[in-house]
């Protein structure tokens, strides 16, 4: 028995990964728990004039200035009802808040039942999504922060490149 022990060293077993589940829409998403700094609702948003219509503007957020990307806005999305939340992220040394609709609980989901995301996938949610978990009942798209801020870049260089 002892022989087989070795074999087992640093084999992940039902390795689990958190995530901090949000809505966006209807959508069910899941943030990995690592990137997420803080929840807030987001208030005083000052608007940046010129700039791309998914950054909805800056706020200060305790003495740091914060880049808000509205998330609805981003993916082409009509705009919610009600004042929402934001989920603070930083990325390459830069704050950013992701404005959402909601934010729900924490998730231990087993890595190894992760999925590349479906063939069928609304192209918006794709374009956001590095893979999903199928929960009871509903799917939960697992929100790629680079993607998203790549998209937010490539909304700017749209604009930028007309003027």
């Known amino acids: 028995m002892s022989e087989h022990v070795p074999a087992l060293i640093g084999t992940p077993?039902?390795?689990?990964?958190?995530y901090v589940t949000v809505r966006i829409a209807s959508q069910?998403?899941?943030?990995?728990i690592e990137m997420v700094h803080e929840v807030f609702a987001p208030d005083a948003i000052t608007r940046v004039?010129?700039?791309?219509?998914?950054?909805?503007?800056?706020?200060?957020l305790r003495g740091r200035i914060v880049?808000?990307?509205?998330?609805?806005c981003l993916l082409?999305?009509?705009?919610?009802e009600g004042r929402g939340m934001a989920v603070g992220i930083e990325h390459d040394g830069e704050a950013f808040g992701l404005m959402i609709d909601d934010v729900g609980e924490v998730l231990g989901l087993d890595a190894a039942k992760r999925?590349?995301?479906?063939s069928n996938l609304d192209p918006r949610w794709a374009a956001v999504a590095a893979g999903v978990h199928r929960l009871s009942g509903e799917l939960m798209l697992i929100?790629?922060?680079?993607?998203?801020?790549r998209g937010a870049g490539t909304v700017k260089a749209a604009v930028v490149s007309r003027y």
């Open 28 to 32: 069910l998403f899941g943030l990995p």
């Open 13 to 18: 077993v039902g390795t689990q990964q958190q």
């Open 115 to 118: 999925e590349p995301n479906p």
């Open 67 to 72: 880049t808000m990307l509205n998330m609805r």
């Open 76 to 80: 082409g999305l009509p705009p919610a």
């Open 49 to 60: 004039p010129l700039s791309p219509a998914a950054i909805a503007g800056v706020l200060n």
């Open 143 to 149: 929100l790629n922060v680079d993607l998203v801020l």
